[in-house]
């Protein structure tokens, strides 16, 4: 399926067959039909944004519930996502609950002069139960998360990084 072009978010790059790649959801139920990278919908004359998108498509239309992201959100997503993968490889198994409520930070991960917080999140009024439904869902994706982080990793090592 061809993802629209003529409206705000213009894609540049494009990834058109999601559908087929989109974790658990690959076995035809996405509604995720593209990703693209382009210019932002929200650039303002002389400011141009790039950013990422879901193409999310319900079977008759394109969905509003379509996601447009700048490319450092993105990242920071990224960021997230692989600290609290660690964090639960090696480190959550050591409390009760797998977290210590006392101390519910992870890490702070610097970023531009400051840090951003890696902290469970105690106003949760079920993360007791909440959390081990994280750990056991991270453990069964494993394999499925595992080699995009694989991949990941090859292609920044490709970069320099």
Known sequence: MKIPTSLKHKPVI???????????????TSDAKGLSLGL???????KVDISAKVWRYTGEKWSRQSEELPLHRVLDLAIL??????YFREEAYRNKNLYDPENPVIDRVGL?????TVAVCTDNEKINEDIKLFSQALSEDDELN????????????????
């Open 14 to 28: 494009v990834s058109e067959n999601y559908e087929q790649v989109d974790g658990r959801y690959a076995a035809g």
């Open 40 to 46: 932002a919908q929200w650039n303002d004359r002389g």
């Open 81 to 86: 996502v692989t600290r609290s993968m660690l």
């Open 112 to 116: 531009q002069g400051d840090a951003m």
């Open 146 to 161: 595992g080699e995009r982080l694989r991949t990941l990793s090859r292609i920044l090592k490709d970069m320099g990084y």
